[in-house]
């Protein structure tokens, strides 16, 4: 049922006019291990990993950041979400978030990986 909630939600919230671009693509590392490509397809709303990691469904876009939930069809007592900061004014690098929401109420937040946005 939460799942049915939130892809309601995204479907909402999610807006493909608020970026121009139809894919995104982000090298993204945590804790300076070596990086891994990220795709995103935001015409689909779907994003996929090249080291063989789970892929991802879209819940939110923003010329900011992007929340992705981690498809995970094993584990039904957790939602992960992951954030990826788009970098602006300049910035070489943003933000890459790791939050896991378990059905006991436990909630955990990893704050240290980075992405860098590719060239699609």
């Given amino acids: 049922m939460i799942r049915n909630i939130f892809a309601v939600i995204s479907i909402l919230i999610f807006s493909p006019t608020i970026?121009?671009?139809?894919?995104?693509?982000f090298s993204c590392s945590w804790e300076k291990a070596k990086p891994i490509n990220i795709t995103v397809d935001l015409k689909n709303r779907v994003g996929s990993r090249d080291d063989g990691g789970m892929n991802y469904r879209i819940l939110k876009v923003t010329p900011y950041a992007l929340w992705m939930e981690v498809?995970?069809?094993?584990?039904?007592?957790?939602?992960?979400?992951?954030?990826?900061?788009?970098?602006?004014d300049g910035a070489k690098a943003g933000r890459w978030v790791d939050t896991v929401h378990s059905t006991t109420g436990w909630v955990s937040s990893i704050d240290g990986g980075v992405c860098w946005k590719k060239s699609a």
């Fill in 19 to 25: 970026l121009a671009e139809e894919i995104m693509k």
């Fill in 71 to 88: 498809v995970d069809p094993i584990d039904e007592w957790k939602f992960k979400i992951q954030m990826i900061e788009v970098p602006t």
